[in-house]
């Protein structure tokens, strides 16, 4: 039976829902840097930890983080049916009803917070207590419908990975993994902002007072370019407080160096049409792997040169 998107939030499917739609509300694509970035934590503690303990970690990171996901698509589900990109989710399609989003999002929640606490420590756990709240309340119910600045406070909420899988380790939070915390941090409005400048239209459609959608397309390129620039500082951090070697420090620089050109290039562009924004789509791209590079550049300068 054909579905159909959900235009209120009473509506429920007349089948049950599928399993794969409960994994597509945990946005296991976005999981992915999620956990990454947090393994990468945890690797690059100084302490060791029991491969089996280092597991549950970094399943209670994932699983945190898919509830998250779950939770803001549930309380944006009509949103979501707003925009081309987002109305073929489970809830928007009508393949799940919300309750059971809801239901899903709050058990993984609590199961992941326990499992945390239960096989490492209480710091590890509360702050995945934090970065979950975080998100829902304040990015996700506060922030998104309400400034444009959003993104940019809200981007706390994913720079907390690190610091839960650094803190599981050790059980306590130190210089590093704050510098890899400001790290993505600031990294994060000119990976949102570039992905904004080509589906402004999507956000307009919801209104979602995204940059693009409230100050302009001009205004969002500069702010991406100054915010490169700061995030290039954050980059470098570890390597001037004598935090990392030379390993993560040539990583670094020249992956730097390579967004600041692509980010150049978006400041420099002057395109409207979502279809000719190469050089936005090209930063999006490239910041994901940037963030990868530069996370395993941590372990291996860790590893290599203790």
């Known amino acids: 039976m054909a579905s159909s998107p959900i235009m209120s939030g009473t509506a429920t499917p007349a089948l049950p829902a599928h399993w794969r739609d409960f994994v597509a509300l945990t946005k296991p694509r976005v999981m992915t840097l999620v956990v990454f970035t947090g393994l990468c934590g945890l690797l690059a503690a100084p302490d060791h930890i029991h491969p089996v303990l280092a597991f549950t ?3 209670c990171i994932a699983l945190g983080a898919g509830a998250a996901a779950t939770l803001n698509q549930w309380y944006e589900a009509d949103i979501d049916a707003k925009m081309k990109r987002t109305a073929n989710r489970p809830l928007p399609a009508g393949r799940m009803d919300r309750q059971s989003a809801l239901h899903f ?34 990015y ?4 998104k419908p309400r400034t444009a600045q959003n993104i940019v406070i809200g981007g706390a909420a994913g720079a907390f990975p690190p610091v839960i899988g650094w803190a599981a380790v050790t059980g306590d939070i130190s210089a590093l993994p704050v510098a890899l915390f400001m790290l993505i941090f600031f990294w994060t409005p000119p990976h949102f902002w570039s992905l904004a400048l080509f589906v402004r239209t999507d956000y307009a459609a919801a209104g979602i007072p995204m940059l693009p959608v409230v100050a302009g397309e001009v205004t969002t390129r500069r702010q991406i370019w100054l915010y490169t620039a700061i995030m290039a500082v954050a980059a470098l951090a570890p390597v001037l407080l004598r935090l990392t070697g030379p390993i993560y420090g040539t990583a670094a620089i020249v992956g730097t160096a ?12 002057r395109e409207t049409d979502p279809a000719n924004m190469a050089p936005e789509k090209r930063l999006f ?9 530069l996370f395993g550049a941590v372990v291996v300068d860790r590893w290599l040169l203790p």
């Open 258 to 269: 390579i967004f600041a050109a692509l980010a150049f290039q978006v400041y420099r562009h």
């Open 285 to 293: 791209k490239y910041s994901i792997l940037y963030l990868f590079l």
């Open 57 to 59: 970690a970094i399943l």
């Open 140 to 143: 996700t119910i506060w922030l």
């Open 105 to 138: 999002g709050v058990g993984l929640s609590f199961f992941s917070v326990i499992l945390m606490g239960m096989a490492t420590n209480l710091l590890a756990a509360a702050v995945l207590t934090v970065s979950i709240l975080f998100y829902v309340f304040v």
